[in-house]
């Protein structure tokens, strides 16, 4: 995964996984911090990573 702001390939991946096989990923550039999710191949807003995990959770209790 390449930074989307300053191209560096140096970054930090979280998977945290959702329903089913569903997961949601969080990069962080190592050089310029930048922060970003992906669901599905998208880059996705932090409210949408909100709402998928308080959707996974829901269906977990
Ligand atoms: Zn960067």
Do not use: Y
Not at 3 to 8: G, N
Not at 19 to 43: I, L
Not at 46 to 59: H, P
Request: with cysteine.
């Amino acid at each position: 995964m390449h930074c989307p702001q300053c191209e560096a390939g140096d970054t930090t991946t979280i998977v945290i996984k959702l329903r089913g096989d569903d997961s949601v990923s969080f990069f962080q550039c190592r050089r310029c911090e930048a922060k970003w999710w992906q669901h599905g191949g998208d880059t996705i807003a932090l409210d949408e990573v909100l709402n998928l995990t308080a959707e996974a959770e829901t269906k977990v209790r």
